[in-house]
């Protein structure tokens, strides 16, 4: 049977300024996704990169006094360290301003909606959010403000070229609606079936080279202008992978694949829940098959972002609690699709009770018992009572629950399957008291208690390895960590007996309450 594949996709953010934890959010759940699909033994694809070619870089160049080029390669550079931080496992990282195959793909993507006749040119007047890079109705705003970036917009007028995109309702509305074009969370599949239902208007995809000061892709054969930044940023999914010359990558992981998904924020769903399909259906080229929508940080109830001046530096925040702690946070401490407020006191908090607790409490306990009772050896288990079975057998049961999860795109949940054995197992340590085994009250059974001693001491070993191997798409320095000191590693066997253990080293070390102040 053919291997199934599966092609992933984070948004390419504008990069006119370094990211914020937001960016970290949606980078480690598209790794995690990626992760978990090649560790059940899917051939995956994982796409990122940057979005140089926005009027918002062209404007924070302008404001520096600096190039656009460079500042687009400097903070992009930003972003690439981002990913190398927090160990995610792209296979490729693309750039529009710079990637050549991009700007062939975009050009044959703009000739294929052409030759469809889905392109005309119009003398065009309208409030542009220049943050967002979208026209806005003005029934759209609030107050006059841009409802996303609660900025006010400008008026621009100037001839474009549009997309027909009211030719495409009716079957954009079926494809959303029976889930042949799955959007999660259902809250947002029901925004856009509200907004495709209230009646779609075409919409600009060119801006005047003038108004873009010569930055961005050319229309093919028009000089005077250059792709509106969406049409150009959305094609980086199917150009990254040589849609321009039909390549092999394209057809392996867009056009014969079952499974190809996007990881978006909630701010710009409607380019891709439809904007993009309809440039697709237009083109000819099979759609997305999954949209996954999460939701912001906020702080204070507002959200996060560079232009409302409240950013957090993931990079910053991973070199002093580790990646794996933000990892940690994104994944296990947030809501995979609502807004979540970020601040210190609950990161740390999790810190100490999930990870430096729960977790690493647990490890170090095991490793530092088998090494003190056993010379740093794992015994075999000779009489494991029901006690010990139950917790083996929900170990044992991780795999199917965490698939439940992820096949909803739930991250806690299955993160919370994973801790609530964890959970069980110190649980198990106390009721078992190994440290009283280890010394028996005299008139004891020394060879009962010593075999009761072996098996919690096994029992402890197989619970951790299951627990390290099913945490290594979401923790995956932490899973290395509790391999390594548990003397195995991903393609050991079931039997833990005989392992050496190594020295306990605190995988989180606990945090001094209020530490986030000093």
């Known amino acids: 049977m053919a291997t199934k594949r599966y092609y992933v ?69 930003s972003f690439v360290e981002l990913d190398r931080v927090l160990d995610i496992s792209y296979d490729q990282f693309i750039r529009t301003s710079v990637d050549e195959r991009h700007r062939q793909g975009a050009q044959r993507l703009w000739r ?36 996303e970036h609660f900025i006010a917009p400008e008026r621009v007028e100037e001839t474009n070229y549009f997309f027909r995109l009211s030719r495409y ?42 108004r873009a000061r010569g930055w961005g892709i050319p229309v093919p054969g028009d000089e005077t202008q250059v792709m509106y930044v969406w049409f150009d940023a959305l094609s980086n999914y199917i150009t990254a992978l040589g849609y321009a010359t039909d390549g092999e990558l394209y057809r392996r992981y867009w056009v014969e694949n079952d499974c190809r998904v996007h990881v978006i924020g909630k701010g710009i769903t409607r380019f891709h829940a439809v904007y993009w399909p309809a440039m697709l259906l237009s083109a000819g080229v099979p759609l997305p098959h999954v949209l996954f929508v999460h939701g912001y940080y906020t ?68 490793v530092s018992m088998i090494g003190r009772y056993r010379d740093g050896v794992v015994p075999e288990a000779p009489h494991p009572d029901r006690d010990h ?19 909803e795109y739930d991250f806690p949940a299955a993160l919370a399957q994973i801790w609530r054995v964890v ?35 096994n029992t402890l070993t197989q619970v951790l390895r299951l627990v390290a191997l099913e945490l290594e798409p979401f923790l995956p320095r932490t899973s290395a960590a509790i391999l390594a000191q548990l003397g195995c590693d991903s393609d050991s066997s079931d039997n833990v007996a005989g392992l050496r253990v190594s020295t306990p080293q605190p995988l989180f070390p606990r945090l001094e309450v209020g530490v986030a102040e000093q």
């Open 9 to 77: 996709t984070t948004a390419i953010p504008y990069v006119n300024g370094p990211p914020h934890v937001g960016h970290a959010l949606e980078f480690v759940q598209t790794d995690a996704l990626a992760r978990y699909h090649r560790r059940t033994g899917e051939d995956t694809y994982f796409l990122t990169g940057s979005d140089d070619n926005s009027l918002k870089n062209v404007r924070a160049a302008e404001d520096e006094g600096i190039p656009v080029g460079d500042l687009v390669s400097r903070n992009t550079d």
């Open 389 to 407: 079975a139950m917790l083996v057998e929900q170990a044992r049961a991780l795999p199917e629950l965490i698939a439940g999860c992820m096949e």
């Open 169 to 210: 309702q009716d079957q954009l509305e079926q494809l959303i609606s029976s889930g042949q074009y799955r959007i999660i969370p259902d809250q947002r599949r029901n925004e856009v079936l509200s907004f495709i239902r209230s009646g779609l208007r075409d919409f600009s995809v060119s801006r005047s080279q003038e």
């Open 112 to 147: 294929a909606v052409q030759e469809s006749g889905d392109l005309y040119e119009q003398v065009y007047a309208g409030l542009y959010c220049l943050s967002c890079e979208q026209f806005y109705e003005p029934d759209e705003l609030v107050d006059g403000l841009c409802p």
């Open 423 to 457: 959970g069980e197992a110190n649980r198990y340590v106390e009721r078992q008291a190994p440290w009283r085994l280890a010394r028996p009250a005299v008139g004891t059974d020394e060879i009962d208690t010593a075999a009761k001693l072996d098996s919690v001491l």
């Open 299 to 366: 702080v204070e109830g507002r959200r996060i972002g560079k232009s409302m001046g409240n950013a957090i530096d993931p990079v910053a925040l991973a070199r002093r609690y580790g990646s794996e702690a933000l990892r940690y946070f994104c994944l296990g401490a947030t809501p995979s699709t609502g807004d979540t407020d970020f601040s210190m006191d609950s990161f740390e908090s999790r810190y100490n009770a999930d990870l430096a607790n729960d977790l690493g409490n647990l490890l170090n306990r095991t």
